[in-house]
């Protein structure tokens, strides 16, 4: 080999081990940067005519496994849809309380039963009644907080579900523009290779908040698509999603879109399917449970106080919901509507045969006919039936009567003597009249006896036989329909109360496993990736050391040659 050749051969050796310094350095200086993979280069010998003459630089970049990202995209996805749950179900299940402790509501539940035991022992007792109607107060608060918890939970995710849009918009554009970066760039370039992993750990970010896929063209531009809609190809096609504001039971949500179709349906992963199936499935599958508590709790123990009348007897009853004189009436048998002094003493006694009226107003007709009771249509759209004297009292006994599909009694069908009102846990409450006067709660019923007269006594202070089948309730099975993924059901209304604290517990518990179990497989795989593409500090190092060996080589063999050039000069001249 000439001078001249090693001299080049050497320059060149220089020249790769500069580059190999600078690509070994850049490693060390992004070592902690995410989703960064070590560099190297790659090198190749020089020749001509047949004789090496050095080294070249071929690429500088790294190359790494497109199935093992793909994984670890999937895998972004599962631990970002099962973190969702977390946080929402604990604040669920703390609210809801633990069973056996005294504010939770089976607890409650239990409490009103004993309330009304009591109650059944001393039915004349005004004091405790007002404990039987603290007690019930009590549940109804506690539904209505529970339901409240529920969708407050419901509108956080809503208002998340904006924001996770928002995000994934974001890195939609970022995507795009390490697209656009990477237009016409060689790829075997530190700049192409540094841009494809910033990509790269976009596309896992984006991947963690919504279900993409995505793929890699020859032109190395990434297209992105949400089911078969594209969201990065030629240009950024964004979501698009208005919030709702106050979120409640029946709130109507509306979809995300891009470019005005709807993608909802195609979202079931990442951060942005599990708030969707949060807000829409798993939140209202615990307010139907709690819903289906509330009615039936109303419906049972209405059914009974309903069956029942004050002591002495009340001025005036109002209808619980709406009644219109035009509304037909279908009905059986026969009701009792007593007019009584002070003392519970019959005034006047009208039986009413419930097949002979067709409507409403018939019914009516039928009350204002007699001498002391008047039925009244209200401007709130509400049906009173009450005394038309300060001096005589209502007492109602259902005796055989039969309304309407469900065979209520009469005073039921119409709600004239509720304990509960209301719709659902959202919105039952205690009868606001007997929260003021608790002696109006009725603990025994009117006489039915066919030979009851003017003069006769309708009903005693102490007559108990409401309080007695009240208490009675809480004790029997009582039939519930499936509801939130809990099955019909026979039970008792404080075990049912138990069934869903202890499946809200459950579903908190499972959240969270489920989340740790996503997030350690996803660690586990970015972990991986790392150890096989990541930067080695050590080896780096090493890398540094062998480079600068080798550059201070190449160094020696430069001074060797320039001196021997020297002296083949001076013997020249």
Known sequence: MSIRAAQSAALSSLQASQSGIAVASNNIANASVEGYTAKSQSLATNTLAGATTGVTVTATGSTVDSYLLKSISQSATESGYADVFTNPLTTVSSAFGTVGEDNSLSTMITDLETSLATLATNAGSTSQKSLVLGDASEIADNLNSLSQTVQDERGNADQKIDETVEQVNNLLYQIQSYNEQLTGLASNTVAASELTDARNQAINDLSALVNVTYFTDSTNQTQVYLGGTQLVGSQVNELSYT?????????????????????????????????????????????????????????????????????????????????????????????????????????????????????????????????????????????????????????????????????????????????????????????????????????????????????????????????????????????????????????????????????????????????????????????????????????????????ESAYSAAASVIDITKSMMDTLLEMVQ
């Open 243 to 547: 919030p709702s504001g106050a979120v409640g039971a029946d709130t109507t949500f509306g979809d995300i879109t891009v470019n005005g179709k709807a993608v909802t349906g195609s979202i079931t992963g990442g951060t942005l399917g599990g708030l969707i199936e949060l807000r829409d499935e798993t939140l209202p599958d615990i307010q139907d449970q709690l819903d289906n508590l509330a009615v039936t709790l109303m419906d049972s123990v209405n059914a009974i106080t309903n069956q029942g009348t004050a002591y002495p007897g009340v001025s005036d009853l109002t209808s619980s919901h709406d009644v219109a004189a035009t509304d037909a009436l279908s009905g059986s048998g026969t009701v009792r509507l007593i007019a009584t002094d002070d003392s519970g003493n019959a005034v006047e006694i009208v039986d009413i045969d419930l097949s002979t009226v067709s409507t409403v107003q018939d019914l009516a007709d039928a009350i204002n006919a007699s001498g002391n009771l008047t039925a009244t249509f209200n401007s709130d759209g509400t049906l009173s039936i009450g005394t038309n004297s300060d001096d005589v009292n209502l007492a109602i006994a259902n005796m055989d009567a039969a309304i309407g599909a469900d065979d209520q009694g009469f005073s039921d069908y119409f709600g004239l003597n509720d304990m509960f009102t209301g719709t659902s846990a959202a919105d039952i409450s205690l009868n606001s009249a007997w929260a003021d006067n608790p002696s109006l709660l009725p603990s025994g019923s009117a006489s039915s006896d066919a030979t009851l007269a003017v003069g006769d006594n309708v009903i005693a202070v102490g007559t108990a036989d409401i309080a007695t089948s009240l208490s009675d309730l809480f004790d029997d099975n009582l039939s519930f329909d499936a509801a939130g993924g809990m099955g019909a059901t026979s039970s008792s209304l404080s075990n049912y109360a138990a069934e869903i604290l202890s499946d809200v517990a459950r579903q908190a518990s499972d959240a969270q496993t489920n989340s740790d179990v996503a997030s350690t497989a996803y660690d586990d795989l970015v972990e991986s990736f790392s150890n096989q593409y990541g930067v080695n500090l050590d080896e780096e190092a090493l890398t540094l050391s062998n480079l």
